[in-house]
């Protein structure tokens, strides 16, 4: 583990119950959320997680956020293990990595004014006294980019826009000065304007505060030149990562390739040819054998049946898990 490493992720996988596959007998039926994950994030550092509905993305944040229990394998936090740790110690851990919901309509309680939102987990946290939440209040709010913070402390969230809302909704995490966020972006999530913002916001704070993100997106075309890298999931697995343009420009799997084609280009002599995955939609109780991509992959072959493939490195940091990639 180098100094530089904030947060070590190993083998993490979650599995959920699913009930039996007969009405009262059969097989156990497991949802396999996330399915043997490993990923190092260094301080500082923006790694976009992304994927499409389903394939684990939450899961994975609430895991790190210890509001799930894995199944299998260890979260390591500046080297310490914080898999598996008691109300008082998750509490504390809570400061450090911080998870935010990119769905401004939901997630701020009506009834509470701006100032009691951000000041709430202080008290919860049993920081500081009234005066001292109400600064560090007000610094999170002008952080978050709602300036002067005095205008918005006794506002209610519906009289904000969705990108004030959103940025409360990062101010109300910044008051307990994490190390990490994570970012969440439900599938649903289709404002553009605030998603812009959002990433804005977070690329500041991250140049600011030194704060590391995970931003979790169905988008691979959001992440911009926001991240530092991007991991790609299918199906609880991570099927590429690697440095941002390394992974834009020059994918190896199949499944990135496949999201990449569908994004917009405004050149359109840079357009390339979409990709249209075929295939049943993925199903992360019955995995399919050998290749969890392969009944959609537009490049299988026999073996790919056959073989899971790990991932292998592609490039100084790049890796993808393709039968096809690394034998050279
Ligand atoms: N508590 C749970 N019990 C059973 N299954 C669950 C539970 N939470 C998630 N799942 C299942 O685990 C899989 C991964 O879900 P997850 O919410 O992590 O996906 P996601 O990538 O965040 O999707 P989205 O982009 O739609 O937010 C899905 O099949 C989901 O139905
Ligand atoms: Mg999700």
Redesign the pocket.
């Known amino acids: 583990m180098s100094d530089n490493t904030l947060l070590e992720i190993r083998g993490l996988k979650k599995y959920f119950d699913a009930g039996r596959t007969g009405l009262f007998s059969g097989e156990p039926r497991r949802v396999h959320a996330v399915d043997d994950v490993s990923l190092t994030l260094h301080r500082g550092e923006v790694i976009a997680l992304v994927g499409e509905?389903?394939c684990g993305?939450?899961?994975l944040?609430l895991l790190l956020m210890g509001l799930e229990d894995p199944t299998a394998g260890s979260v390591l936090l500046e080297n310490r293990d914080i898999t598996h740790l008691n109300d008082r110690q998750r509490k504390s851990l809570r400061r450090k990595i911080q998870m935010v919901f990119q769905d401004p309509y939901e997630s701020l309680n009506p009834t509470q004014t701006i100032g009691e939102i951000v000041t709430e987990p202080l008290a919860v946290h049993g920081i500081g006294d009234a005066a001292l939440r109400e600064e560090r209040a007000r610094k999170a709010l002008e952080d978050a980019g709602l300036k002067p913070a005095d205008t918005y402390l006794p506002r209610y969230p519906h009289e904000l826009s969705g990108g004030q809302r959103q940025r409360v909704v990062i101010a109300a995490a910044l008051v307990l000065e994490p190390e990490i966020i994570v970012a969440?972006?439900?599938?649903s999530m289709l404002d553009v304007s605030i998603r812009a913002e959002v990433i804005n916001l977070l690329a500041e704070l991250r140049a600011t505060r030194q704060i590391a993100v995970i931003f979790?997106t169905?988008d691979l075309g959001s992440v911009g030149f926001f991240a530092d890298r991007v991991a790609v999931m299918y199906l609880g697995r991570i099927v590429e990562i690697g440095d941002m343009l390394d992974v834009l420009e020059n994918a190896q799997h199949p499944y990135t390739k496949a999201l990449l084609s569908v994004i917009p280009v405004p050149n359109p002599r840079m357009r390339h040819e979409h990709i249209i995955l075929q295939g049943e939609t993925p199903n992360p109780v019955n995995l399919p054998g050998g290749c969890r991509f392969h009944p959609r992959c537009p490049v299988a072959v026999e073996a790919c049946k056959h073989n899971d493939p790990p991932l292998v490195a592609v490039g100084a940091a790049h890796q993808a898990a393709c039968l096809f990639v690394g034998v050279k």
């Open positions: 509905s389903g993305k939450s899961t944040g969440d972006e439900p599938d979790i169905h």
